[in-house]
């Protein structure tokens, strides 16, 4: 079946822009994540969904990050006023309803942002 | 001074070497992960553990929860192998803490 998948996967924007990067988890996951990953660096959180409700933001890194999974399925990351600082490659991950306490993460081929 | 250290940074082999990647945290965890990523790639969970050993192919990963430490190992590596390699924790939180990851080449 289909993987997570990311639109676009290359997004060049002017400072000051602002961008929407999409997410399309695996179909029937409940669980939906947003990681920032800088050259060279491991992956951060961002923020955490579980179906439509975001029960986690506290890594997102200014007010000027948002995100929404407005009918738990897609889900968009919005930046405002980007910045040269959020060049980076942005990952979404989806996993599958808790029957365990953790799950696999299925993670999307991610956008990879430069802001000029 | 990171939650979960990865060593080594980078690692170079030669085909068929055996290999073996450690990863340390310091923090209580739920689980550990073990992720590839290939240049330009996507990431691909390759384990998920919380005590003993697990074993997929020639990929064999071991956690020592007292020690706070965990080892993943290839076998008969193979330059296809040739990935950034991440260690990943839950700490009582779905969210994942990651490393910064292992740059592994093996050449033929």
């Known amino acids: 079946g289909a993987g997570v998948s990311q639109s676009p996967r290359y997004k060049v924007a002017k400072r000051g822009q602002d961008v929407a990067l999409r997410c399309d988890p695996i179909?029937?996951?409940?669980?939906l994540f947003w990681y920032q990953q800088a050259l060279g660096q491991g992956p951060e959180f961002l923020t955490y969904?579980?179906?439509?409700?975001?029960?986690?933001k506290s890594g997102l890194p200014s007010d000027r990050f948002f995100a929404e999974r407005p009918e738990g399925s897609v889900s968009t990351l919005k930046i405002q006023r980007t910045q040269q600082e959020d060049s980076a490659v942005y990952l979404c991950?989806?996993?599958?309803?808790?029957?365990?306490?953790?799950?696999?993460?299925?993670f999307g081929p991610g956008t990879r942002l430069t802001v000029l | 001074k990171n939650e979960v250290e990865q060593s080594p940074q980078n690692l170079t082999a030669q085909e068929g070497e055996f290999i073996t990647i450690n990863c340390s945290y310091s923090v209580g965890i739920s689980a550990l992960h073990w992720l590839q990523q290939h240049p330009g790639g996507g990431i691909v969970s390759l384990f998920m553990l919380s005590s003993g050993k697990k074993k997929h192919g020639r990929l064999i990963a071991t956690i020592n929860i007292q020690e706070k430490h965990s080892s993943l190992h290839i076998t008969a590596s193979h330059p296809r192998d040739s990935a950034v390699y991440i260690c990943a924790v839950n700490r009582n939180t779905d969210k994942l803490i990651f490393g910064t990851g292992t740059r592994l080449q093996v050449f033929p």
């Open positions: 991950a989806s996993s599958p309803h808790r029957v365990l306490r953790y799950n696999e993460q299925f």
């Open positions: 179909s029937g996951h409940v669980s």
């Open positions: 969904f579980q179906n439509e409700a975001q029960l986690d």
